[in-house]
């Protein structure tokens, strides 16, 4: 039989001394404000701050909608177009920044860049390079013969365009974490291999990948969310009301347009929890199997 540890009392106060900021910080800016919207998404706002209690009403509502359904749908197509080609580029990215080469650091920091500028500037500057009239990317398109797109006002492109703003925005985060995962690949593993005579090519398949899978995992789980979360250049590019917003406008805007523009905060609650809903579940399945494909 284990007899259980025991730690002094002077050592727990400190221990919990020590999270108490961190665990205070957490229930007060996530547990707690999460707690609200869900009792909030079986309310109904009345105006000035005033709510009734609904029941399923908001539900009942929110499986009727189609505007829910359809931005579903939207978040859905940018999720399954954005995410692979993220996991896929970042990883590829990471493994480049991984070599001794000249000018290392600031190709780096360029990658990077991404990650530490303001949305808002981000998705101003994507605006103007993706404008129909004076864009730069239509600008080169016509000096190569080629006619003007309309990134964000055709309703049959428009998805097309957040997602390369996405995938721009999201690959320098998740290189950095790659590339600290590839850094813990012990060298001699490349070393014999070489000497054996396996390709680069092997030895990305057969050492590089599979023990780089914990740190992919998480970077895969982090990309599903983020992508599922989609908002700020949602609503920096596309003008509201229009055909373009119907076929781009997700869950997250969804939420932030019935909560903070028509004022119904209840029904708002109700569409962000669906969206945690399925956070959570898709979490869950990556949770189960992972199994299959991590090595620990």
Do not use: C
């Not at 005579?197 to 992919?216: R, S």
């Not at 939420?255 to 029904?267: A, M, P």
Request: proline letters at 4%; zero cysteines.
């Amino acid at each position: 039989m284990f007899k259980k540890k025991k730690y002094d009392k002077q050592h727990l106060i400190y221990g919990y001394l020590f999270i108490a900021p961190t665990a205070i910080g957490l229930f007060l800016l996530n547990i707690w404000p999460a707690i609200q919207t869900v009792m909030l998404s079986f309310q109904r706002s009345t105006g000035f701050g005033n709510t009734t209690f609904v029941g399923l009403e908001n539900y009942k509502k929110l499986f009727s909608d189609k505007e829910v359904w359809q931005s579903l749908i939207n978040t859905t197509v940018y999720v399954v177009l954005s995410v692979p080609a993220i996991i896929v580029l970042s990883l590829l990215v990471a493994v480049l920044m991984n070599q001794k080469i000249k000018g290392l650091s600031l190709y780096r920091t360029i990658y990077f860049l991404p990650v530490v500028a303001a949305p808002s500037a981000v998705a101003m500057l994507w605006r103007w390079l993706f404008n129909s009239e004076y864009g730069l990317i239509n600008i080169i398109l016509r000096k190569l013969g080629m006619g003007g797109v309309a990134w964000m006002t055709n309703p049959n492109i428009v998805i097309t365009t957040i997602v390369i703003v996405g995938i721009w925005s999201a690959i320098g985060y998740n290189m950095i974490l790659l590339l600290a995962g590839l850094q813990e690949i012990p060298k001699d593993y490349y070393e014999a291999a070489t000497i054996d005579g396996a390709t680069p090519v092997k030895q990305f398949f057969n050492i590089t990948l599979p023990l780089v899978t914990p740190t992919l995992f998480f970077v895969v789980v982090t990309t599903v969310i983020g992508a599922f979360q989609v908002f700020d250049v949602i609503f920096m590019m596309i003008e509201p009301g229009s055909e373009a917003m119907l076929h781009t406008e997700s869950l997250a805007y969804l939420f932030y347009k019935h909560s903070f523009i028509l004022n119904d905060k209840g029904y708002g609650s109700a569409i962000v929890v669906l969206l945690l809903l399925i956070i959570l579940a898709l979490t869950g399945v990556q949770m189960k199997l992972q199994k299959k494909w991590v090595n620990y």
